[in-house]
């Protein structure tokens, strides 16, 4: 080997040093940190993600859904009477790691879907909903849910003694108009009740009169449909009226007790499951003879408010509802 080859290789030998060298004490802690940064957000997301999810406290027509967190959290319960459309909410009013969100107002013997929206994340069952069934309105279990899908298992009443005027139908087995009428939705419908009534006057004769019956509330539900929802006349989106039930026919006046009213920033019609909704109210008013209210908390200048309005019964029966939509505009207050 000559004397002019030996730099050139002690030379190649320093430059894989001087590299050995620079991924040591760069490379290595380059690829630490990534390593912890990206432990960091997976931890981060596990800690928000929902755990022993469960709808407790059942009835016919409330529940409530609880779940709990590694860390605080504030998320919404979105739900539904349908797998693709969650279009009911649900809001903590604050973050916590033990939550607990009461859902009311439901209608009895009816299945529900509902997922969990913690920080624009969608929380579910492997890809479906969760779900609850709401009791009857006796109070017993009829539905048997499994994974999102349910299947109904009706409990066949005894058949009443009173088969004066001997009507039947496929699924009601009651014979007097008042036990189907205190059935609807529970084996009878609207028609079964319909038959009974025109059967009863064919029976009756001409000449007698049948004692009035009061309408289901399931046929007044369109009836006693509000028919606008508005902002209060000179004051901001902020303040609401709708039209009052004094207005209504005493049918529709005796069928209902109480209003819903909500308002919130996301429109109750929005499929982006990623947009978290603010709410500014929700909550049911037991007093019917009013027909105004003003929001818990004031919509910010320039944004815009969707509410909705409807009628209900105590056991979850309702009118359909009534939604509007305004663009909040405050003029500044002059300085002193």
Not at 285 to 298: D, G
């Amino acid at each position: 080997m000559s004397s002019q080859s030996t730099p050139a290789i002690l030379n190649g030998k320093k430059i894989k040093l001087v590299f050995l060298i620079l991924t040591v004490f760069i490379g290595l802690p380059v690829i630490l940190f990534l390593f912890l940064a990206t432990k960091g957000l997976i931890t981060q997301a596990s800690n928000a993600m929902p755990e022993d999810v469960v709808a407790v406290e059942i009835t016919k027509s409330s529940t409530s859904i609880a779940w709990v967190t590694s860390k605080k959290t504030q998320g919404v319960v979105e739900y539904g009477t349908s797998p693709t459309t969650l279009t009911f909410y649900g809001p903590e009013v604050e973050a916590k790691q033990e939550h607990s969100v009461p859902l009311t107002l439901l209608t009895p013997a009816t299945t529900y879907y509902y997922q969990l929206n913690i920080d624009g994340t969608i929380y579910d069952n492997e890809g479906v909903p969760w779900t609850f069934t709401t009791k009857t309105k006796d109070g017993s279990d009829v539905v048997e849910a499994v994974k999102g899908i349910s299947i109904k298992n009706f409990v066949e009443p005894e058949a009443t003694k009173e088969a004066s005027m001997g009507i039947s139908t496929n699924n009601c087995v009651y014979t007097s108009c008042t036990d189907i009428q205190a059935h609807l939705g529970s084996g009878c419908n609207s028609s079964d009740y319909f038959k009974c009534i025109s059967a009863q006057e064919t029976t009756d004769g001409a000449n007698v009169t049948p004692t009035p019956t009061p309408t289901p509330v399931s046929i007044l539900s369109s009836s006693c449909k509000m028919k606008y929802l508005q902002i209060q006349h000179g004051k901001s989106c902020a303040e609401w009226t709708w039209e009052p039930y004094a207005t209504k026919s005493p049918e529709c006046k005796d069928a209902f007790s109480q209003y819903v009213f909500q308002c919130s920033s996301k429109s109750f019609t929005s499929t982006n499951a990623e947009e978290v909704a603010t709410w500014y109210y929700n909550n049911a008013i037991s007093n019917m003879s009013t027909n105004e209210i003003s929001l818990s908390s004031k919509p910010d200048n320039n944004s815009t408010v969707f509410c909705q309005v409807r009628a209900e019964d105590a056991t979850g029966n309702a009118t359909s509802w009534v939604q509007q939509s305004a663009k909040c505009s405050y003029t500044p207050t002059p300085a002193p």
